[in-house]
T-cell receptor, first 112, second 114 residues
């Protein structure tokens, strides 16, 4: 079945550091890929998405590129802020209305 | 901005008791979901619901679980006889329709079974 694997956390960085959170997936078809973020005490929010190979999703300075050849969707940000501290989830779905399959989440803490 | 709401935010119950978790999806959305996250583990799909019936369910969603949309606004998850291992955060989500990629999540209900 479909699955998503994220890098182990937690990740702790200093403000303005470069961020990469790795995500790889296994899927039988051509899934859509997502990054969701969960701030403390809140629900999951869509951060960015990509629906086909080579698409780049971007939002709030975060980017991720759908790499079919390496089955990856790594999250990057050039300069993180304290407000980026949250748990980040990589996820996939096979079609528009289908269930999401999540990775285990990566807790990110940014220190001033 | 419209949002998905869930009540209660925290529910404590004794093993063997029935619980009902409530969700109010965004008003024009047509597809509804429940997910759960056991502490420290992945967010897992439980069930999807469309047109007043279950469209998909996971292995977790056994006979102890049921879902209902009783009045056109609420979407509920019932656990008939809770077990210790049902302790988790339960998230409700909705989307406007097929082809809509973003699932809108509620803030979750933390269920603690003692």
């Amino acid at each position: 079945g479909n699955s998503v694997t994220q890098m182990e956390g937690p990740v702790t960085l200093s403000e303005e550091a470069f961020l990469t959170i790795n995500c790889t997936y296994t899927a039988t078809g051509y899934p859509s890929l997502f990054w969701y973020v969960q701030y403390p005490g809140e629900g999951l929010q869509l951060l960015l998405k990509a629906t086909k190979a080579d698409d780049k999703g971007s939002n709030k300075g975060f980017e991720a590129t759908y790499r079919k050849e390496t089955t990856s969707f790594h999250l990057e940000k050039g300069s993180v802020q304290v407000s980026d501290s949250a748990v980040y989830f990589c996820a996939l779905s096979d079609q528009g209305a289908q269930k999401l399959v999540f990775g285990q989440g990566t807790r990110l803490t940014i220190n001033p | 901005e419209p949002e998905v709401t869930q009540t209660p935010s925290h529910q404590v119950t004794q093993m063997g008791q029935e619980v009902i978790l409530r969700c109010v999806p965004i008003s024009n959305h047509l597809y509804f979901y429940w997910y759960r996250q056991i502490l420290g583990q992945k967010v897992e799909f439980l069930v999807s619901f469309y047109n007043n019936e279950i469209s998909e369910k996971s292995e977790i969603f056994d006979d102890q679980f049921s879902v209902e949309r009783p009045d056109g606004s609420n979407f509920t998850l019932k656990i008939r006889s809770t077990k210790l291992e049902d302790s988790a955060m339960y998230f409700c989500a909705s989307i406007p329709g097929q082809g809509s990629y973003e699932q809108y999540f509620g803030p979750g209900t933390r269920l603690t079974v003692t």
